[in-house]
């Protein structure tokens, strides 16, 4: 009877929890994270009755460690948890700004119209990828005839004057000739020779086609196409924009700050950059702009992240900055959720190898959503962030079910 008493505990103690946590969703800790089967309820049961005998209930799992939440990193994700890197530097350290994501120099190509034409030929679309040097289109020119015609006559030229070299080659050598006539002879073909590599030259760039009918749109970058404007059938004169193409690997955050905070950064300096959904994405200082901005008389830091995760050209986002100079403060600045409060204490949950342990910290100023922690916290600790506050309940939980 006992034992079916518990059991009607558990399961109504992990239908709340799933409530608690949006309906259905993942599960924190023992009860939540990692719902107990039936056979996994009943020893917990039995282990509730041996308890209340007096010695064998905790015997068989072994003491758990105070203040700690077990679960794994899969969970954890599923659960929307977020964690972060801590960095040396408090808030008074930080440089907050507003940045933007974009393609780096090397990152994005403008494919133009080089000559004046129609466009008869479009064989990628909005969002295909390309690889550098294939075609995207194809422009029918007048230009693209002259210059084959260009090709073909330096070519011929070129033929000629190596025929003629040959003759008088031999009549040189037949003693029939004088050496000026081989000179000239040879002269004339080494001229001939350089117009058609430059003829040649001139149709390769221009990319124009083997009939001498059309010239080749050609991506030179490999990634995908990001702007489309050119239309089939239409008249588009040379140094019009067609596509652009950009390579999703190749990004840079553009981020604008204070003359004044500008002119404590240095290229090396490390960074995080914010995303919306709470997750945070390491950067590095790469340069900071010697001039301002006209408009908005802010100088620009540009970053390159670590890694491109869910960043995009074009995306608007957070940036804190943190220069080497600053860096000398012991305390540690933390998203403001990633502070919770139990019984009276300010904690923060450090990850660890078996979920995350409660730790007491001691708080300094708050600024912008941030939080100074002064003391009880090392940098580099690997903390929640977004998702605490269900550590913290499942903490609790815990706790009230070993006190119970």
Not at 186 to 201: H, W
Not at 234 to 249: I, K, N, Q, Y
Request: net charge negative; proline share 3%.
């Amino acid at each position: 009877m006992e034992t079916e008493t518990s059991k009607k505990k558990l399961i109504a103690g992990v239908a709340i929890a799933a409530l608690v946590l949006g309906g259905g969703g993942v599960m924190l800790g023992r009860t939540v994270f990692a719902p107990a089967t039936t056979a996994e309820a009943e020893s917990h049961a039995e282990g509730e009755e041996g308890h209340a005998e007096g010695e064998e209930g905790h015997s068989e799992e072994g003491e758990e460690t105070e203040g700690l939440v077990a679960i794994d990193d899969t969970r954890a994700k599923a659960a929307g948890i977020v964690t972060e890197a801590t960095l040396a530097g408090g808030l008074g350290a930080e440089i907050l700004a507003q940045g933007v994501v974009a393609a780096a120099p090397d990152g994005e190509a403008v494919l133009t119209a080089r000559a004046d034409g129609a466009v008869v030929k479009i064989s990628k679309r909005l969002g295909d990828y390309v690889r550098a040097g294939e075609s995207i289109a194809a422009l029918e020119s007048r230009d693209a005839a002259s210059i084959a015609a260009e090709r073909s006559g330096a070519a011929a030229r070129a033929a000629l004057a190596r025929s003629t070299y040959a003759r008088e080659k031999r009549l040189f050598d037949a003693k029939v000739t004088a050496r000026q006539d081989l000179e000239g002879a040879q002269a004339a073909l080494a001229e001939a020779d350089a117009e058609l590599r430059r003829a040649n030259s001139a149709a390769g760039a221009a990319k124009v086609s083997g009939d001498g009918r059309t010239l080749a749109v050609t991506s030179l970058i490999s990634g995908r196409i990001t702007k489309a404007d050119a239309t089939l059938g239409s008249f588009v004169a040379a140094g019009t924009e067609l596509f652009r193409v950009a390579d999703p690997r190749k990004i840079q955050i553009n981020a604008s700050v204070l003359p004044a905070d500008a002119r404590r950064v240095q290229p090396g300096d490390r960074a995080v950059i914010e995303l919306l959904g709470g997750e945070t994405v390491n950067a590095t200082v790469r340069a900071v702009t010697p001039s301002l901005d006209p408009e908005s008389r802010a100088a620009t830091i540009v970053l390159v992240p670590d890694g491109v995760g869910q960043l995009t050209p074009g995306q608007g986002l957070r940036v804190r900055i943190l220069p080497r100079n600053g860096a000398a403060s012991a305390s540690i600045g933390v998203p403001e959720e990633a502070l919770q409060s139990v019984e009276g204490r300010d904690i923060v949950f450090v990850k660890v190898a078996k979920g995350f342990q409660a730790t007491t910290v001691t708080v300094g100023q708050r600024s912008a959503g941030r939080v100074e922690i002064v003391a009880g916290l090392k940098p580099g600790a690997v903390i929640a962030t977004k998702g605490a506050f269900l550590l913290k309940a499942e903490l609790g939980k815990g706790e009230a079910e070993h006190g119970h």
